[in-house]
């Protein structure tokens, strides 16, 4: 291996598994949903505003400390020649996690993801989250490449859609929001894998209720305190 890819190669391991490396995925809805949860969602849009202006605070626990994060809507931004919608978390001012959403043609996608304010993760094609009609356990299978400075890695994901669960905020309410879970895993020339894994709930109209990634062996959940429309 070169020193340049060698060097690639470690700098997107580090962004990647800070941001969420996992040991196994684990997909499993821990709610038995009714017949009326089981009905498919008419508008994903609908599910994660993506507006200008739009904000979410959240308690996050990190290693047994808690923080206050805040995740905002910035806007369009174009992201390896695609426009999408910034979504970006900071905690006390400090940039934590930065992702590009993408709404079109009735589905939300994933199309990059970040912990660094300079360079971006790009993900090719995007990885898609959740379609119009979506049912209980459909699942959207990936295979394409994550692309990070002008360089490129085969990788394979999975998204799954779980309706409904009912989730008690910390201040905020109780919503009945719907689970997605997905992950993207690629081999590294080493043997060793970089995973990127997480668990979002989203509800009607609100968008985040819940966040949720392992760190390795940890289980880092944020949970939304308020939320903020403009």
């Not at 969420?20 to 997909?27: N, T």
């Not at 426009?83 to 001012?93: D, H, M, Q």
């Not at 990885?127 to 119009?132: E, N, T």
């Not at 356990?137 to 998204?159: H, N, P, Q, T």
């Amino acid at each position: 291996m070169t020193p340049s890819w060698r060097m690639f190669f470690l700098s997107m391991l580090a962004v990647i598994t800070i941001s969420a490396g996992c040991q196994k995925a684990d997909y499993a809805s821990p709610v038995k949903p009714t017949v009326d949860d089981e009905k498919a969602v008419t508008d994903c849009s609908t599910m994660l505003p993506l507006k200008a202006g739009f904000s979410w605070t959240f308690s996050t626990v990190v290693d047994q400390r808690t923080f206050t994060d805040v995740a905002s809507v910035r806007g369009p931004i174009n992201i390896g020649g695609t426009t999408a919608t910034l979504v970006e978390t900071k905690r006390n001012g400090q940039l934590v996690l930065r992702e590009g959403y993408r709404y079109a043609k009735g589905q939300l996608m994933l199309t990059a993801f970040s912990t660094s304010p300079k360079s971006w993760v790009i993900i090719d094609p995007p990885l898609i989250l959740l379609k119009d009609g979506a049912m209980l356990g459909d699942e959207y299978k990936w295979r394409g490449r994550l692309r990070i400075d002008g360089k490129s890695i085969e990788a394979v994901g999975l998204s799954r859609p779980s309706l409904r669960e009912s989730v008690q905020t910390m201040s905020a309410g109780r919503f009945s929001g719907i689970r997605i879970d997905s992950g993207l895993s690629a081999p590294l020339p080493n043997g060793d894998r970089i995973k990127y894994q997480t668990t979002r709930w989203v509800a009607t109209g609100i968008g985040f209720i819940r966040r949720e990634y392992l760190d390795r062996t940890a289980r880092r959940q944020s949970n939304l305190i308020s939320f903020k429309m403009k």
